[in-house]
């Protein structure tokens, strides 16, 4: 949930968990007892996150010890998909940046690295990663500060584990090499572990969460974004708001293929079945409901959150439209209807079917948004092209109306009326609400930097038409 809103700010979960870890390290500095000059780090899991980033990011770390997290970016998105919010930087695989970059970046720091065979994280991968730091440090002349301690058994920070790092510290950081190995250990009790006096940080006086952080920088953001359309003219801020999102202007859209199978006759009306291909490897199934009735209305370019099919069947509102005169082109964008993929359990609850693809998309730098409004945007140039010189009307119902507003914003001109239902009101209304459901799919890194979706939508002006407009988690929104 901090990632979903992180993200608009164009930050990410890992920059506050970075900066924690950073300032623990000023803390220990501070402390008599501690050799500023020696400190280590480790961590496990999460925590083996938190270790990579530090121990590439920090020149106090002497030493570091990472367990079950480094792998590489195509093992792990290949078995699991993309993984927690603070392990995906923005564009990290777009700048060519995989888990082995974490090991070299601050060569010949000594790092060991503790895998396990049964990991979710793919030791594959992990091994790859090491082969790449092993050669560096090698030919850096410092072979010796590089190793790998693999423990077969599952995702863990055992006691095979825990000698390792211990001997790799003492190693390091006390020039220390006998073997130590782990005495039997009295845990604390539950109640001793506890640094507070109820167990919650947030119990305590004038204690912040980091949803109330981001929510204090989206204050600042929204000052400044009124400031800025209040003083740039629309095509410059069209400008920002295509670059952000990665949208192509209609010239540098490629020419769709498109593939008619059958057709299906109903009274007053046929329905044709497509599959549209906006791009190598992307197919849009897509119902094309053309009326029997001559000369024909305006034509309506329709996407439902659910699919095509959801307002397809006879009586419903596809053929109530159709019916009126017009031709209607239903389409399922990428991820939606037939196009969306039925194997992904990423904290579905949350974040719906879609949540490994939009972040393997995210360390791409690319975002949903802008896909899918580049699919909207072939649709309807596609759309005026079989029907010359007939208005195009945008009918967009659930998450699917942010790209379908996006689309509309950049490219006004392809489109007579934009009818929107079910739209997030805001993208701040997810920082202010903090949880939210299905809204990671609408997330664009940064954009709140430069625009909101209210932004957006007074350049359509009375072209656009929303209705039924809905909070991060679903409620009717309260429109100003």
């Known amino acids: 949930m901090i990632g979903v809103g992180s993200i608009l700010l164009g930050r990410n979960t890992a920059w506050f968990e970075i900066w924690d870890g950073m300032r623990g390290i000023d803390y220990l500095q501070a402390r008599p007892e501690v050799d500023a000059e020696r400190i280590g780090c480790t961590g496990n899991s999460g925590g083996g996150t938190q270790t990579s980033y530090l121990m590439a990011l920090d020149d106090r770390i002497i030493a570091a010890a990472p367990s079950c997290y480094l792998t590489n970016f195509y093992e792990r998105i290949l078995e699991l998909g993309a993984q927690d919010a603070e392990q995906n930087i923005y564009g990290q695989l777009a700048f060519g940046m995989d888990h082995a970059d974490y090991l070299m970046m601050r060569a010949p720091t000594p790092i060991i690295i503790c895998a396990a065979t049964k990991d979710f994280f793919n030791i594959e991968g992990t091994w790859q990663s090491f082969r790449y730091a092993k050669r560096l440090y090698t030919r850096m002349g410092f072979a010796e500060r590089i190793d790998l301690m693999e423990n077969d058994a599952p995702h863990n920070y055992n006691k095979l584990q825990r000698q390792s790092v211990v001997r790799w510290m003492a190693r ?8 130590i190995t782990e005495p039997k250990i009295a845990l604390l009790t539950d ?13 305590l006086k004038g204690a912040r969460s980091t949803y109330d952080l981001n929510r204090d920088y989206e204050k600042k953001l929204s000052q400044a974004r009124r400031k800025l359309w209040a003083t740039a003219d629309r095509a410059e801020m069209m400008t920002r708001v295509r670059k952000i999102t990665g949208i192509r202007s209609l010239d540098g859209l490629p020419e769709p293929k498109v593939r008619e199978l059958d057709s299906v006759k109903r009274d007053g009306y046929a329905i044709g079945k497509m599959i549209i291909e906006p791009e190598d490897g992307i197919q849009l199934p897509a119902l094309m409901f053309a009326p029997d009735q001559q000369p024909r209305k305006a034509v309506v370019l329709y996407l439902h959150e659910k699919g095509k099919a959801e307002d397809a069947a006879p009586g419903g509102v596809l053929e109530k439209l159709t019916k009126a005169g017009k031709t209607v082109l239903a389409v399922d964008i990428r991820g939606i209807g037939e196009t969306q993929q039925s194997n992904q359990s990423y904290f579905k609850s949350y974040f719906g079917s879609d949540g490994q693809d939009v972040y393997t998309a995210y360390l791409l730098a690319r975002s949903y948004v802008g896909m899918r409004a580049e699919d909207v945007l072939v649709c309807a140039r596609l759309l005026r092209a079989q029907q010359p010189g007939r208005p195009v009307e945008l009918v967009a119902v659930g998450h699917v109306a942010v790209p379908a507003l996006h689309a509309a914003a950049l490219e006004p001109q392809m489109f007579n009326q934009v009818k929107l239902s079910r739209m997030l009101v805001s993208w701040s209304n997810i920082i202010e609400e903090g949880i ?10 940064g954009a709140l930097k430069t625009y909101d979706l209210p932004d957006l939508a007074r350049t359509l002006g009375k072209k656009l038409t929303i209705t039924n407009s809905q909070t991060a988690n679903g409620e009717p929104a309260e429109v100003k």
């Open 191 to 203: 109640k001793e572990v506890l640094c507070t006096p109820e167990g919650e940080v947030m119990k």
């Open 436 to 445: 939210s459901h299905g809204r990671l799919v609408n997330t664009v890194h």
């Open 172 to 179: 390091w950081l006390l020039k220390n090499n006998q073997p």
